[in-house]
């Protein structure tokens, strides 16, 4: 039950911060106050306090963070002259003023409970953090990088390293704590140090592409007698980056048209035989071939250019993974085109991985090979660009030879 004079503390409490909180208080707010306080509340019920006590409990919750306002270091400090003044000018018994101040001074930082009071206080004062602990977390670091409080920078790693050690090191001193709270601090110390697993990978990982990176500048610079590096020391790496950027997509990009171009004829020849096959299938045995003589020529011009045209346009889109062989040892340097996968797809794992090494390690194999695949790129879009344009004219002769016929058949 809340007596006078908590109601009174309270109320100081929310009047001291509505006059004075700074923005950067995003952690160590009235919230924070409060909710510290209904958590001491909720501890004491399981615990045989005197009237006494639950309110001096209470009292130190609602201004153990109160010297915030005042300054950020040594707050604790600043709390405790506080609420002794409030106190004794309340005429507050000397005993219990003394016994807030301790339970002031039992929430700071490292410090030990002597007694049940100070142990419910500083377990409350943890939990606030344990409660919410990913969104408090941010705050806290928020608030602790602000150039008013402590006013340093947390990378990453770094955090979750802290984090890590402190609820590693975590201890709750009630009964009520150990049950409710403990299982919650381990549970987010496991979390914590999965990230920081994660974190840990990361950065090795990046550590180790710096080194290949650089390994492979080294070897670059060193091939100062290859083709590629002499290219390579006259244009920008940017340069040669957005030329190669650029022409894979273009190449990309036109074999896509040629696909749609032979999907294309594909479906109209396929249309055009069916609907023919279909006509003289059904009539055939009644159609009289020797009164239509004159209709067999343009309409078989017609179903050849239509069958060549199909037969074309299929090729020009079949797959081509054709196995250039040759000599593929281990120790090959001369890697024709590593990037094709009819060469690499069939090697050995272990020796595709040391020639891609090979490739990644010296400008004239990385340059080589790229340059190699955009020609061999380049001749496979020029053998189907030469497959189309004949599928094309043979539909397009035989399409304008059997219309012709048929003109001729009609009128003569």
Known sequence: METLLIKQAKSALLEQ????????????????SIEVAETCLLIAQYENLSPQEYENLLIAAYFHDIGYLQGYQHHEDSSKIFAQQWLEAKQFDPKSINQVLACIEATRFGSQPQNLLEQ????ADIS????????????????????????KIYPKGEWLKLQKQFLSHLRFYTDYGRQHFAPLAAQHLLTESKKLEVWEKEKKKEKEQAKKANKLSNNIAADNGSIYAQIETGIPSKGIQSFFRAAYPNLISLSAIADNKAN?????????LTLLVAIFSVGGLSFDYVSHSAYVMPV???????????????????????????????????????????????LPL?????????????????????????????????????????????????????????????FI
């Open 120 to 123: 419910i206080i500083a377990d």
């Open 350 to 410: 272990q020796e595709y991985e040391t020639l891609i090494q090979q490739v990644l390690g010296s400008s004239e194999l990385l340059y080589g090979n790229m340059s190699r695949d955009l020609y061999q790129l380049g001749c496979q879009l020029q053998y189907k660009y030469k497959l189309l344009r004949f599928a094309y004219l043979s539909f397009l002769f035989g399409f304008a030879f059997s219309s012709l016929l048929l003109i001729v058949v009609f």
């Open 300 to 346: 078989g011009l017609f179903v050849g250019t239509a069958i060549l045209s199909l037969i074309l346009a299929v090729l020009s889109v079949m797959p081509n993974n054709k196995y250039k062989k040759g000599n593929q040892g281990l120790n090959r340097p001369q890697v024709e085109n590593i990037i094709a996968y009819t060469e690499f797809s069939r």
């Open 264 to 272: 294309f004829m594909i479906s109209i020849n396929s249309i055009v």
């Open 128 to 151: 606030y953090g344990i409660k919410k602990y990913k969104l408090r977390s941010r705050l806290l670091r928020s608030e602790w990088e602000n150039q008013f409080t402590l006013g």
């Open 17 to 32: 911060f509505n006059q004075k909180q700074p923005s950067y208080l995003l952690y160590h707010n009235y919230q924070h």
